[in-house]
């Protein structure tokens, strides 16, 4: 879903420095959805079909579309830390051998409230965080 929501957001704003963050999160949300694909298939989980994901991942876009970029940011740094709480109650009811493989979840969080904190600092690297998280 979260691949839909930002490739969404990616024809929502305009500048073009704006649409390549985007882009560059959908691909943050794909390699984590990916990377934990062998923890579906260990308990026999079937994930819903990607198309699907993707089109409810493009609904959530109207939450948030009468944001500006800078908004937007914030609510990035301000609203996805829950999901690490989320990540560490999976983490806690996990056994050992899965641990890596859900660090990655919490990871791909960690990256997109790192790089909001440094876009609404301005920073010329804001993306840096995400770059180095799909290189791990």
Do not use: C
């Not at 990916?34 to 609904?59: Q, T």
């Amino acid at each position: 879903m979260g691949e839909g929501y930002f490739i969404a957001l990616s024809e929502h704003f305009t500048e073009p420095h704006q649409k390549d963050k985007m882009l560059l999160m959908a691909k943050v949300e794909s390699y984590a959805a990916k990377a934990i694909l062998p923890l579906l298939r260990k308990y026999k989980l079937i994930p819903r079909e990607n198309r699907l994901l993707k089109d409810i991942g493009k609904k959530g876009l109207k939450k948030v579309s009468h944001l500006t970029w800078d908004e937007f940011i914030d609510d990035i740094y301000i609203n996805f830390p829950k999901y690490l709480v989320e990540f560490a109650e999976l983490e806690k009811m996990a056994p050992e051998s899965d641990i890596g493989m859900l660090k990655i979840l919490t990871d791909h969080e960690v990256a997109a409230i790192e790089f909001a904190k440094l876009e609404m600092k301005g920073n010329t690297n804001s993306i840096d965080p995400l770059v180095k998280y799909m290189e791990n």
